[in-house]
């Protein structure tokens, strides 16, 4: 089956760095992307990793490795309006061909003054 | 650019009814998904539309959802009739290509009494 894991919650103080693990075991795989939802509102797409390394994007950056099924989300100097859930979702290939994204349960990150 | 939008943003309706819930992606966009939230669980895939065309429907519950794209521009997906275990977020996203980023609407919160 698919799945992937995440921690469910993560406290961190303003201005610290925080890092969000996320592995994963799917029947197939094209990429790992993370998603940023504050209560109530639509996920947002943050980043795509689709080879290994390391991808940057102003505070925020993504690592991925395909060998250890590992990737995780890493964020700079934290700010009060970085609390939300974070998800990583693996975007792979269904059956018939379509795109599908599996996504972890998500991490709720609480920033703290 | 106009973001994905979804209609209505809450939904509460008694077993039985009948429900139908509307997308209009991001203009431009030939791949339209819908994905659903149910408490407790985890995002899961529903279903994949290139243009009017349903790519891939696997992740459908039961032949109680229905959705459509006539057109290729919006999408509904209607629940007849619903059911309790229905209650949950639904969201629809859209990308460009099958390989590029998904971007979300805020979803429906759909409730059945």
């Known amino acids: 089956g698919q799945s992937l894991e995440q921690p469910s919650e993560v406290t961190a103080v303003e201005g610290a760095i925080v890092q969000i693990n996320c592995t994963y075991q799917?029947?197939?795989?094209?990429?790992l992307s993370w998603y940023q939802q504050h209560d109530g509102g639509a996920p947002t797409f943050l980043s795509y990793?689709?080879?290994?390394g390391l991808e940057e994007t102003g505070r925020f950056s993504s690592f991925l490795s395909r060998s250890d099924s590992y990737g995780y989300l890493l964020l700079q100097e934290l700010q009060m309006k970085d609390s939300a859930s974070y998800f990583c979702?693996?975007?792979?290939?269904?059956?018939?061909?379509?795109?599908?994204?599996?996504f972890g349960g998500g991490t709720r990150l609480m920033v703290k003054p | 650019e106009a973001g994905v939008t979804q209609f209505p943003s809450h939904s509460v309706i008694e077993k039985g009814q009948t429900v139908t819930l509307r997308c209009d992606p991001i203009s431009g966009h030939d791949n339209l998904y819908w994905y659903r939230r149910v408490m407790g669980k985890e995002i899961k895939f529903l279903l994949h539309f290139v243009k009017e065309s349903k790519q891939d429907e696997s992740g459908m519950p039961n032949n109680r959802f229905l959705a459509e794209r006539t057109g290729g521009t919006y999408s509904t997906l209607k629940v007849q009739p619903a059911e309790l275990e229905d209650s949950g977020v639904y969201f629809c996203?859209?990308?460009?290509?099958?390989?590029?980023?998904?971007?979300f609407g805020d979803g429906t919160r759909l409730s059945i009494l």
């Open positions: 979702a693996v975007r792979d290939r269904t059956r018939d061909a379509g795109n599908m994204l599996t």
């Open positions: 996203a859209s990308s460009l290509a099958g390989n590029q980023p998904q971007h």
């Open positions: 990793n689709a080879l290994d």
């Open positions: 799917t029947s197939g795989f094209y990429g």
